[in-house]
Structure formats: structure tokens, C-alpha cells
């Protein structure tokens, strides 16, 4: 479901579906424009050719001295001769005429409306739909037409196969169809090519910034289309100076770390040979002003490179080492590990994790009786994280009492040895990358450090 969204939410489905949208749009349009123009045009040449057979029949008749209609019609059409073809003419009295023609083919009357109904027009003539001898629909054109001078008038009725008309342009339609259809898929499928082949740039570029945030590449490489090539380059340039932004931050850490290694020592040093409860209180307060100074050190450090160039370190590894080292310093403490088989990769320095798992776990081996459980669980695979759980039988932390828990320097019970700034240390570690940090009730009955870190994928 999630892939189905990505791709509806893709530039190459956007472009493809107007495209799209558009061709069908505009192939309905031209196949109606055409079906139209063609309908038009059949019609037009059935009448032309209904009113040539009409004129055919007229010049083709004539009257007796005794008034009876004479003359043998023959319009060059073998369907006029084809028993109940729809295509029929017949010649009928009307005044001071007798008798009556009619083709080989009408061998029935077709029954004619009134005047009243349909009438005649200027030209008198007129036309009408009727039903033809096997069920076809014929159109039947009409006109009555002086024979001579004495005024004898007979009635002219030539009748073309309706049904037949419409079957062919039904036909015609089908085809056009057909055809319309045919070239549209390909036309559309060769759209949606050329569209897919034009973004394919914009889906190296991505694969590169990946690459980049992976760790496995410096910089965007390769030949981009001119439209592509200057995003590049700018790109290129942000991660240079990026990257001279991190250097120079490195340097200064490590300028302002060596400024103050010298000072602290000299203080240390004094406080243990001045000695007494003066010089205890002096050590315990530079040491504590070394690790400040270390922490803010290694939240700046940190700070440069977050956002930049992201680092690979693999958790299982890690948390296995660590498990190994905290395991022979607290050798009454059994510390199980469960890992998923696969890897998983941390996205940070190796050292900030093991400076992260090394306070979780020195908290819980210190407030645990027994048991120190540690947990990696794959996480959100959409938000690309893992969770990282430590639990311990300890007594456990109140739920009230979890936030005092992770402010820096305070401590829940002044029993044991520590400055509080274990869990501290790793709330503001976790915060700098990005994650989140909870603190619950575990099932051994201590305390469950519940920590989400962002992961890569290989």
C-alpha cells in the first residue's frame, strides 16, 4: 500500500497520467469529430444519389393518349431488381393518369403519409422514413410531376435502404474505433517511454544523494542533461562547503579540548595534593568540570556534523562488544542479548553509540539485581529506524518521577555512586541525532530504557 502511494505521489505518474488523461481526451474528440463529419457526408451522398435515381425515373416516364403511364425505368442499379432489397421506385396516378409502375423489387405496396403529415416543400418534393418489405428502414423521396400539357400528374417515389446507410456507417465507426484505439496505446505507451527515459537523471541524482547520506560516495558524479547539470554542481558545492564546515568545527573542538586537557589537569593535580576534605571537594568538582567539558564537546562536534555526510555503524557488532566489556565488570549481572539476524546500521559515529549503549547499560547493571536484557527490534521500516531496548530487575523508576530522571546532574537516590548524568547523556545523545527516548516498566520489574535511532538500508 505504501509503494502504491509513492508512485501516485510520483512525478513520473503525474506527468504520465495528464498525458495520458490528455491523449484519450483528445482521441475521443478527433474520433467524434470524424464519425460526424463522415455521417454528414453519407448522408449528403444517399441524398445526392436518392435524388439523381428520382430525376432518372421522371425523364424515364410518360403518358398514352389514353392516359396510362408508359416507359421502362432502368437507373443502373441491380438492387432496384433484387425482390425485397430496400431499394425500390414506383410511378402512381394522381390526375387523369391510369396504371402503375413499380421495380422488379418492390412486390408490395409501401404505404405513402398524407400531405398533411409530411408536406411538400417549395420544390415539391418531399421525404420520410418508412418501413421496407423485410423489416429494413427505407427513406422514401417524393415529388409529383406533370406528365404534359393537359395536366396529367403522376406521383415519383424513389425508396433507398435506410438500414443499409446506417450499417455502413456503423461499420466505418467500428473501424475508426478500432483504429483510434490501436494508435493511442501505442502512442501513450511511447509518451509514457519517453517520460519515463527523460526522468531518468532526476532518479541518478537521487541514487547519488542517497549514496551520499550512505556514507558510500563524496559527490554527485556522472554526465546530467544541461536542465540537471547545474543542480548538480550546486549540490556538489553545498556538500564542499559542508564539509569545510564540519573540518573547521572539527579543529576547533579539538583546539578548545587541548586548551582546557592542560588547566584541568593542573587543577586536579593541586586538589590532590592539597588533600583533606578541601581537596577531595576541589577533585570531585574539576572532574565533573572535565566531563561537562567532554559532553558539550561532543554535542558540538556532533551539531557540524549533523545533516552532513552521514556515518555507517553497524548496531549487532556494537552492542556485542559492549555486552562482552560490561558482562566482565559486572560478572553477578547475566546480560542476555537478542538481535535480529539481520544487520542493521546505525546512522552516526560508532563512538556515539557506544557511548550511548555504555550509559544505558552501566545504569541498568548498577540498579539491576541479576538480569540486564538487551533488545534491537527493526523498527519502522517507512521511517527507516530501529528501537534499542535495556531492561533490568532493578526497583525501577516511578512514572512521576521519569522526567526529574533525565535532568542533568540530579539523582533519584543518592545511595549509589554516580553524577547523574548517565541517562541525561543519553537523552541529549538521542535528541542530536534525531530519535526519542522513553523510559516505562519493564517485565523483569526495573526500569525499560526504550530508545528509536534512524538506520540505513545497504
Same mark, same amino acid.
Given at each position: ?34 464519425a ?17 435515381h ?6 424515364? /416516364? ?12 432502368n437507373?443502373?442499379?441491380?438492387r432496384?431488381? /433484387? ?6 421506385w414506383a ?16 412486390t408490395r405496396?409501401?404505404?405513402? $403519409?398524407?400531405?398533411s403529415l ?9 421525404s420520410?422514413?418508412?418501413?421496407g418489405?423485410? *423489416?429494413?428502414?427505407i ?10 400539357g ?5 406521383r ?18 467500428r ?6 484505439f490501436?494508435f493511442?496505446?501505442? !502512442? ?6 519517453a ?6 537523471p532526476?532518479?541518478? /541524482?537521487?541514487?547519488?544523494?542517497a ?13 546530467? $542533461? ?8 550546486e549540490t556538489?558545492?553545498l556538500?564542499? *562547503? ?6 573547521r ?24 595534593a ?8 576541589l ?5 565533573? !568540570? ?20 552521514v556515518?555507517?555503524? $553497524? ?8 555486552v562482552?566489556?560490561?558482562g ?6 547475566? !546480560? ?24 544505558l ?5 548498577k540498579w ?6 538487551i ?28 522526567r ?16 547523574g ?10 535528541k ?9 516498566r ?13 538506520r540505513?538500508?545497504?
Amino acid at each position: 500500500m505504501s509503494s502504491i502511494k509513492r508512485w501516485l505521489n510520483s512525478l513520473t505518474f503525474r506527468v504520465v497520467a495528464f498525458s495520458t488523461l490528455w491523449a484519450i481526451v483528445a482521441l475521443v474528440v478527433i474520433a467524434t469529430i470524424i464519425a460526424t463529419l463522415f455521417r454528414q457526408a453519407s448522408e449528403r451522398g444517399f441524398e445526392s444519389l436518392m435524388t439523381a435515381h428520382l430525376f432518372n425515373l421522371i425523364s424515364s /416516364v410518360g403518358v398514352s393518349d389514353d392516359g396510362a403511364l408508359v416507359g421502362s425505368p432502368n437507373l443502373g442499379d441491380l438492387r432496384f431488381t /433484387v425482390p425485397r432489397s430496400g431499394w425500390y421506385w414506383a410511378v402512381e396516378p394522381v390526375e387523369e393518369v391510369s396504371g402503375q409502375l413499380r421495380s422488379l423489387s418492390l412486390t408490395r405496396d409501401v404505404p405513402s $403519409p398524407s400531405v398533411s403529415l409530411v408536406p411538400f416543400n417549395a420544390a415539391f418534393q418531399r421525404s420520410y422514413i418508412a418501413d421496407g418489405l423485410a *423489416g429494413e428502414t427505407i427513406e422514401v423521396f417524393e415529388t409529383e410531376y406533370g406528365l404534359d400539357g393537359e395536366n396529367r400528374v403522376a406521383r415519383f417515389r424513389v425508396m433507398g435502404n435506410r438500414t443499409e446507410l446506417e450499417a455502413d456507417i456503423s461499420a466505418f465507426e467500428r473501424q475508426l474505433w478500432l483504429y483510434l484505439f490501436i494508435f493511442g496505446v501505442g !502512442m501513450i505507451a511511447i509518451n509514457a517511454l519517453a517520460i519515463v527515459i527523460g526522468l531518468q537523471p532526476l532518479r541518478r /541524482v537521487r541514487t547519488a544523494l542517497a549514496e551520499i547520506r550512505a556514507g558510500s560516495a563524496q559527490r554527485l558524479d556522472g554526465n546530467f $542533461p544541461v536542465e540537471i547539470a547545474p543542480l548538480a554542481a550546486e549540490t556538489n558545492e553545498l556538500i564542499d *562547503g559542508n564539509r569545510r564546515i564540519v573540518e573547521r568545527s572539527r579543529t576547533q573542538v579539538g583546539n578548545l579540548a587541548h586548551s582546557l586537557k592542560t588547566p584541568l589537569a593542573v587543577l586536579t593535580n593541586e586538589a590532590r595534593a592539597l588533600g583533606g576534605k578541601k581537596g577531595v571537594l576541589l577533585a570531585e568538582q574539576a572532574e565533573a !568540570m572535565r566531563m561537562q567539558v567532554e559532553h558539550y564537546l561532543q554535542r558540538a562536534r556532533m551539531a557540524a556534523q549533523r545533516d552532513t555526510i552521514v556515518f555507517r555503524t $553497524p548496531v549487532k557488532a556494537t552492542l556485542e562488544r559492549m555486552v562482552r566489556v560490561m558482562g566482565k565488570l559486572n560478572p553477578h549481572i547475566d !546480560m542476555v542479548l537478542d538481535a535480529p539476524a539481520e544487520e542493521l546500521i546505525f546512522a552516526g559515529e560508532r563512538e556515539d553509540l557506544e557511548e550511548l549503549v555504555g550509559n544505558l547499560l552501566e545504569n541498568a547493571t548498577k540498579w539491576g539485581r541479576e538480569r540486564v536484557r538487551i533488545a534491537v527490534r527493526a523498527g519502522d521500516e517507512q521511517k527507516h529506524s530501529f528501537q534499542l531496548l535495556v531492561e533490568d530487575d532493578g526497583p525501577g523508576i516511578p512514572e512521576e518521577d521519569t522526567r526529574e530522571a533525565l535532568t542533568r546532574g540530579r539523582r533519584l537516590d543518592e545511595s549509589k555512586p554516580g553524577t547523574g548524568l548517565g541517562l541525561a547523556i543519553v537523552a541529549d545523545l538521542v535528541k542530536e541525532y534525531g530519535g526519542s527516548l522513553q523510559l516505562g516498566r519493564s517485565d523483569l520489574g526495573g526500569l525499560k530504557a526504550t530508545v528509536t535511532l534512524r538506520r540505513l538500508h545497504d
